[in-house]
């Protein structure tokens, strides 16, 4: 089949697309610029001067730069360790990451809920050992909604970096170290740049759909409000729509802005860039 009759086949999905997600998208934000019938800016000025909406927005930005900070942190050595493996080693290790995506996360952040609680398994078992004497205030609070998203999100990153790891030529690490390179150096000069594309894939992932995420905020958060639950507020509990679609618009933004500052870092620190 010639080149020009395989790109045929993409039509379908891109119809797909534009038809379900563009246009619905193009239209929501085109309805933040009009109000009653004149070309406006108003709405983004009134909430970029609001300073109820810029703690949430920060809430929100660093809750998903410290979700993803961990996610790499957790998951970096975790995909090493799993690329390393046999082939059959590897798919069980790959089950079990992936284990936890496959149950809904209503059920998970219900979960937490029964673990951070006052009465909860962390909070009992730490005052049976003596090492509290009174319960830690953590449901209800950013640090519950870091914990949940980074149960939710690990395994993504965790996947990207297996599919890129195990792409890196074993010979390379056993030449620079047969050349007196320490692991470190192996780490720092082979393993880490020929990561990077997945890390970078992993992260924005990550940092998306931590910055995008309602069930984990809303059951986790209580009444510390992110930019996803004081939208779904503005929406449906107030109705209003015009203000809940220049939100949205406004996640929209600073998503693609994060999109290209990660590709352009990908690009800078890429050994093929």
Known sequence: MKKKYIYLLMIPGLLFLVVFMLVPIIMTMGTTFFQKGSFTFD???????????????FTTMQVSFIT????????????????RQSVRKKGALLALSIFPLLTSSVVRSFSWIIILGKNGLLNSSLIKLGLISQPLEILYTPTAMMIGLIHLFLPLII????????????????AAESLGASRLTVFRKIIFPLSIPGLILG???VFVGSMTAYTTPSVLGGKK???STFLYQN???LNDWYSASVVATIMIVITLIVIGFMTKISNKLSVKG
């Open 43 to 57: 709405g983004y000025v009134h909430f970029l001067k609001d300073q109820y909406f810029l703690n949430i927005l």
């Open 68 to 83: 993803t900070l961990t996610c790499i942190v957790i998951g970096f050595p975790v995909a090493y360790y799993i690329s």
């Open 159 to 174: 996947i990207s970096l297996v599919g890129v790891m195990e792409n890196i030529d074993a010979d390379l690490v056993k």
């Open 203 to 205: 992260s924005i992932l």
């Open 225 to 227: 409000r992110v930019i």
């Open 235 to 237: 929406a449906i509990t």
